[in-house]
C-alpha cells in the first residue's frame, strides 16, 4: 500500500513503505534528505535497499539545502477526489533539487507552508523557477511544500 | 545459428466486439464473444487453442476463458504487466511460445469495461504499480496528470505546442471519422472544439485523453505454416520487443536521467535490430495513443525522427492518410475506442490484409506500440 484511504474532505496522506519510511521522519523534523549510498556516496530517489550503482545495502540519509527549481508542472481540473477537486485546478510541481540535479521531488507550489493547494497566482508558475521548502503537518504526517523564492 | 522468431508466426484471425461507453454484457462475455470472433475469423476450432496471454490488468482469466469457450488442453498461459505497457507482448509471448513448440495456437485478448466500470486511480485504496508515497498526496492522482508534466517539459525543451498535440488528435479523429465501429464515427473534431475544451490535467485538455471505453478485442496466433492453411492472408509477426529502460520508475518516470525518452526507446532498439528493415520502411504505423503527448514521443523513441523533432514531425499532415506516416489508422484509443491498445493490433492486421476502413495502399508493414511511458512492447508485422 503506498496511499491510505482517506475521509472524503481530506487529501491523500502518504502512507510510507520501509525504504521510504525515514524521509517523512526526518520531514517531521522539518528536514529535507535524501537517501544516499554509505559505500560509494552516490544519492538516490526513490529510496530503496540497495545501490544502483555499487550494489551496497549501505545507505544514509543526506541532508538538502531544500533550494531547487521547478523542473516541469501541471495543472490537474476535475474529474478528481473531492478534498483534490475542492481545490482545483491547483498546482503540482516537480523540483529539481539544487543540490542534486537528478534529484526531482513532486509537490505543491503554496503561498505559505499551510496555504491551499491553489494559492499561488498560475500566472507565477514557471519551469526554472526557483523554490524553497517548507513543512506543513496535515493528518498527522508532515509533508514538505514549496515556495517560490524572493527574486 | 540461435532461434529466431522472423516471420516463423502469423496472426490468422481476429475479432471484436462492440465499442460503447456502456455495453450490458459483463467483461467475461465480451472477452468470450471477442475470441470466438477471432477463432471463427481463422477458421479454427476454439477446442485447438492451447496458449492464451493477456494483461495482468485483465480481469477475465485465461481459466475462466479457456472453459467457457471450450478450449483443449491448455500448455502456456502469459499475463504481461504494466497496464497499456502489455498490448503488444501478448503477441510476443504467444509468438515465442508457438515458434518453439510450446503450443500451436495462442489466443491473445484484452476486454474491458472502463467506460462504465471502475477506474483505479478513483479508488484511494487501491494500490497502483506507481511509487505512490512521492506522488498522490501533492494531487498527481490520474495517469492524465503524470503525463501532463512530462508533456509540459517537453512542450518547454522542444518547442512542443498545443497544436502539435492538435495535429494528433485530429488525426486520429480523421480516421475514426471513417470508421463505422469507432466511437467517434459521426463525431468530426476542428481546431475551435479542441481549442475551447476544458483542461483535464493543464496542459492536456479533454481531447488529448483517449476515450472510455466497453469492448473487447481478440486475436488467433499460429505458426507460419499452419498460417498458409488458414481462412485469410497471414500477416507475419516480423519482430517483438519488450522495453524496460534502465532506472525506469513506471509511469511516473521522472525520476530518470532522461525522462523524455521512455521505454519506446529501449523497446525499439531491440525491435529493429531483429527486422529486415528499419523505420523509413514503415507503411503504417498504430502507435499507443492514451494521450496525445505520446505520439511524438513514440515517433522519435522508434527513429521516426531524431530527438525532440517529434512534434514537429506532425505537421503537415503527416499522421493523416496520404502522410508521410499514417498513425491510428482506426481512430486509435483517442477516437476508435480505448482498450489498452489492443484494438491496434487489430488494426494493424486489416491495414496489412488490406480491409482497413483507412486503407494505405498496398500497405505491407506495419509497426505497432504499446504504452509509452510504462514499461512496454512493440511488434513489427508484414504481409
Redesign the interface.
Known amino acids: 500500500?503506498?496511499?491510505?484511504?482517506?475521509a472524503a474532505d481530506e487529501?491523500?496522506?502518504?502512507?510510507?513503505?520501509e525504504d521510504?519510511a525515514p524521509f517523512?521522519e526526518y520531514a517531521a523534523r522539518g528536514e529535507l534528505r535524501v537517501q544516499a549510498c554509505a559505500a560509494c556516496g552516490r544519492l538516490r530517489?526513490?529510496p530503496r535497499p540497495c545501490c544502483?550503482h555499487c550494489r551496497s545495502f549501505d545507505s544514509e540519509w543526506r541532508r538538502m539545502s531544500g533550494r531547487g527549481r521547478i523542473?516541469?508542472?501541471?495543472?490537474?481540473?476535475p474529474p478528481?477526489?473531492p478534498a483534490?477537486a475542492a481545490q482545483a485546478?491547483?498546482n503540482?510541481i516537480?523540483v529539481e533539487l539544487a543540490d542534486a540535479p537528478?534529484?526531482?521531488?513532486?509537490?505543491?507550489l503554496v503561498t505559505s507552508a499551510d496555504a491551499p493547494?491553489d494559492s499561488v497566482d498560475p500566472a507565477r508558475l514557471r519551469?526554472g523557477a526557483r523554490v524553497h521548502v517548507v513543512f506543513t503537518e496535515t493528518g498527522g504526517m508532515t509533508?514538505p511544500r514549496w515556495m517560490l523564492e524572493k527574486s | 545459428m540461435a532461434a529466431t522468431l522472423k516471420d516463423a508466426t502469423a496472426i490468422v484471425g481476429i475479432g471484436q466486439t462492440a465499442f460503447a461507453k456502456q455495453l450490458p454484457q459483463s467483461e467475461k462475455e465480451l472477452a468470450c464473444r471477442a475470441i470466438l470472433a477471432a477463432l471463427a475469423d481463422a477458421g479454427i476450432e476454439p477446442s485447438e487453442v492451447d496458449a492464451f496471454a493477456s494483461y495482468t490488468m485483465e480481469e477475465t482469466d485465461e481459466v475462466e476463458v479457456a472453459k467457457a469457450i471450450g478450449a483443449g488442453d491448455v500448455t502456456f498461459f502469459s499475463k504481461i504487466g504494466y497496464g497499456g505497457g502489455g498490448s503488444c507482448a501478448t503477441v510476443g509471448h504467444l509468438a515465442s511460445a508457438v515458434a518453439t513448440g510450446q503450443a500451436t495456437v495462442g489466443v491473445a485478448w484484452r476486454s474491458r469495461k472502463r467506460g462504465s466500470g471502475p477506474r483505479p486511480w478513483k479508488n484511494t485504496a487501491v494500490q497502483l504499480p506507481t511509487p505512490g508515497q512521492w506522488t498522490r498526496p501533492f494531487g498527481l492522482l490520474r495517469p492524465a496528470d503524470e503525463i501532463g508534466m512530462l508533456a509540459r517539459r517537453y512542450m518547454h525543451e522542444y518547442g512542443a505546442t498545443r497544436d502539435h498535440l492538435f495535429n494528433v488528435a485530429m488525426a486520429c479523429r480523421n480516421r475514426a471519422n471513417e470508421n463505422p465501429a469507432a466511437m467517434m464515427y459521426e463525431r468530426p473534431l476542428t481546431r475551435e472544439m479542441y481549442m475551447t475544451s476544458r483542461m483535464i490535467s493543464d496542459p492536456l485538455c479533454l481531447f488529448d485523453n483517449c476515450l472510455e471505453t466497453d469492448g473487447a478485442l481478440a486475436c488467433v496466433i499460429v505458426s507460419a505454416e499452419r498460417a498458409r492453411d488458414c481462412r485469410h492472408k497471414p500477416v507475419y509477426v516480423h519482430s517483438v520487443a519488450q522495453g524496460l529502460p534502465s532506472q525506469h520508475h513506471g509511469m511516473v518516470n521522472y525520476w530518470n536521467d532522461d525522462p523524455l525518452s521512455g521505454p519506446a526507446w529501449t523497446a525499439a532498439r531491440h525491435l529493429w535490430k531483429q527486422a529486415d528493415f528499419g523505420p523509413q520502411d514503415v507503411d503504417v504505423a498504430q502507435i499507443y495513443d492514451a494521450f496525445t503527448p505520446l505520439i511524438p514521443l513514440s515517433l522519435e523513441g522508434y527513429g521516426f525522427c531524431g530527438r525532440g523533432e517529434g512534434a514537429a514531425f506532425t505537421e503537415g499532415g503527416a499522421l493523416e492518410r496520404g502522410g508521410r506516416l499514417p498513425i491510428n489508422t482506426g481512430g486509435g484509443g483517442l477516437s476508435e475506442a480505448y482498450v489498452h491498445g489492443f484494438n491496434l493490433i487489430n488494426e494493424g492486421v486489416k491495414q496489412l490484409r488490406g480491409i482497413s476502413t483507412a486503407q494505405v495502399p498496398d500497405a505491407a508493414t506495419c509497426l505497432v506500440t504499446a504504452g509509452e511511458g510504462v514499461p512496454t512492447s512493440a511488434i513489427l508485422l508484414r504481409s
Open positions: 500500500m503506498t496511499t491510505t484511504p482517506a487529501l491523500l496522506l502518504p502512507v510510507p513503505d521510504g517523512w530517489f526513490p544502483p523542473w516541469s508542472y501541471v495543472r490537474p481540473h478528481l477526489l483534490y485546478p491547483y503540482v516537480l537528478h534529484i526531482r521531488l513532486a509537490g505543491n493547494l519551469i509533508v
